[in-house]
Nanobody, 124 residues
Framework: VQLQASGGGLAQAGGSLRLSCAASGRTFSSYAMGWFRQAPGKEREFVAA????????RYADSVKGRFTISRDNAENTVYLQMSSLKPEDTAVYYC??????????????????WGQGTQVTVSS
Protein backbone atom coordinates (compact mmCIF):
# COMPACT_ATOMS: atom_id res chain seq x y z
CA VAL A 1 0.00 0.00 0.00
CA GLN A 2 1.21 3.51 -0.77
CA LEU A 3 0.43 6.40 1.56
CA GLN A 4 0.26 10.12 0.77
CA ALA A 5 0.01 12.54 3.68
CA SER A 6 -1.24 16.10 3.30
CA GLY A 7 -2.77 18.97 5.22
CA GLY A 8 0.18 20.27 7.16
CA GLY A 9 1.02 23.92 7.42
CA LEU A 10 1.42 26.82 9.78
CA ALA A 11 -0.99 27.36 12.66
CA GLN A 12 -1.08 29.57 15.71
CA ALA A 13 -1.10 28.16 19.19
CA GLY A 14 -4.66 27.21 20.08
CA GLY A 15 -5.56 26.69 16.46
CA SER A 16 -6.51 23.61 14.49
CA LEU A 17 -5.33 21.61 11.50
CA ARG A 18 -6.57 18.44 9.86
CA LEU A 19 -4.14 16.03 8.31
CA SER A 20 -5.17 13.50 5.69
CA CYS A 21 -3.48 10.34 4.52
CA ALA A 22 -4.69 8.80 1.29
CA ALA A 23 -3.92 5.14 0.67
CA SER A 24 -3.71 3.29 -2.61
CA GLY A 25 -5.12 -0.17 -3.17
CA ARG A 26 -8.42 -1.87 -2.53
CA THR A 27 -7.58 -3.53 0.80
CA PHE A 28 -7.35 -0.43 2.96
CA SER A 29 -9.74 -1.89 5.51
CA SER A 30 -7.29 -4.74 6.10
CA TYR A 31 -4.84 -2.32 7.70
CA ALA A 32 -4.65 -0.72 11.09
CA MET A 33 -3.37 2.83 10.78
CA GLY A 34 -1.26 5.18 12.83
CA TRP A 35 0.14 8.69 12.95
CA PHE A 36 3.63 9.49 14.19
CA ARG A 37 5.63 12.69 14.36
CA GLN A 38 9.27 13.69 14.41
CA ALA A 39 10.59 16.99 15.65
CA PRO A 40 14.08 18.22 14.71
CA GLY A 41 16.76 16.34 16.63
CA LYS A 42 14.25 13.93 18.16
CA GLU A 43 13.17 10.40 17.48
CA ARG A 44 9.94 9.63 15.70
CA GLU A 45 7.17 9.25 18.25
CA PHE A 46 3.73 7.74 18.34
CA VAL A 47 0.74 10.07 18.13
CA ALA A 48 -2.39 8.02 17.47
CA ALA A 49 -3.63 4.72 16.05
CA UNK A 50 -6.91 3.11 15.12
CA UNK A 51 -8.16 -0.28 14.03
CA UNK A 52 -9.64 -1.27 10.70
CA UNK A 53 -13.07 0.24 11.19
CA UNK A 54 -12.17 3.08 13.51
CA UNK A 55 -14.00 1.69 16.51
CA UNK A 56 -10.88 1.43 18.64
CA UNK A 57 -8.31 4.17 19.03
CA ARG A 58 -5.19 4.90 21.07
CA TYR A 59 -3.45 8.20 21.70
CA ALA A 60 -0.20 9.41 23.13
CA ASP A 61 -0.73 11.15 26.45
CA SER A 62 0.63 14.37 25.00
CA VAL A 63 -2.21 14.67 22.49
CA LYS A 64 -5.08 12.96 24.29
CA GLY A 65 -8.15 15.17 24.34
CA ARG A 66 -6.76 17.46 21.63
CA PHE A 67 -6.24 15.16 18.62
CA THR A 68 -8.73 12.79 16.99
CA ILE A 69 -7.85 10.02 14.57
CA SER A 70 -10.49 8.69 12.20
CA ARG A 71 -10.79 6.90 8.90
CA ASP A 72 -13.08 6.61 5.90
CA ASN A 73 -12.61 3.20 4.32
CA ALA A 74 -14.77 4.12 1.34
CA GLU A 75 -12.32 6.93 0.57
CA ASN A 76 -9.18 4.99 1.60
CA THR A 77 -8.24 7.85 3.88
CA VAL A 78 -7.22 8.30 7.49
CA TYR A 79 -7.42 11.67 9.22
CA LEU A 80 -5.83 13.38 12.18
CA GLN A 81 -7.85 16.30 13.49
CA MET A 82 -5.59 18.46 15.64
CA SER A 83 -7.04 21.09 17.94
CA SER A 84 -5.70 23.30 20.71
CA LEU A 85 -2.34 23.15 19.02
CA LYS A 86 0.81 23.92 20.99
CA PRO A 87 4.26 24.96 19.79
CA GLU A 88 5.56 21.58 20.98
CA ASP A 89 3.31 19.92 18.38
CA THR A 90 5.64 21.28 15.70
CA ALA A 91 7.03 18.32 13.77
CA VAL A 92 6.86 16.37 10.56
CA TYR A 93 3.82 14.10 10.79
CA TYR A 94 3.81 10.67 9.20
CA CYS A 95 0.98 8.24 8.58
CA UNK A 96 1.69 4.54 8.71
CA UNK A 97 -0.07 1.26 7.99
CA UNK A 98 0.29 -2.25 9.32
CA UNK A 99 -1.47 -5.30 7.96
CA UNK A 100 -3.98 -6.68 10.38
CA UNK A 101 -7.23 -5.19 11.48
CA UNK A 102 -7.01 -5.12 15.24
CA UNK A 103 -3.72 -4.26 16.92
CA UNK A 104 -3.23 -0.61 17.91
CA UNK A 105 0.52 -0.52 17.51
CA UNK A 106 2.54 2.31 19.04
CA UNK A 107 6.07 1.46 17.90
CA UNK A 108 7.55 2.45 14.55
CA UNK A 109 8.87 -1.05 13.85
CA UNK A 110 5.35 -2.43 14.03
CA UNK A 111 4.32 -0.55 10.88
CA UNK A 112 5.25 -1.66 7.40
CA UNK A 113 4.19 1.23 5.18
CA TRP A 114 4.88 4.92 5.66
CA GLY A 115 3.80 8.12 4.01
CA GLN A 116 6.26 10.84 3.07
CA GLY A 117 5.45 13.18 5.94
CA THR A 118 3.81 16.58 6.16
CA GLN A 119 5.21 19.52 8.12
CA VAL A 120 3.18 21.06 10.93
CA THR A 121 4.47 24.27 12.47
CA VAL A 122 2.74 25.88 15.45
CA SER A 123 3.71 29.42 16.35
CA SER A 124 3.33 30.84 19.84
Amino acid sequence: VQLQASGGGLAQAGGSLRLSCAASGRTFSSYAMGWFRQAPGKEREFVAALNWDGTNTRYADSVKGRFTISRDNAENTVYLQMSSLKPEDTAVYYCAARFGQVVLATQTYEYTYWGQGTQVTVSS
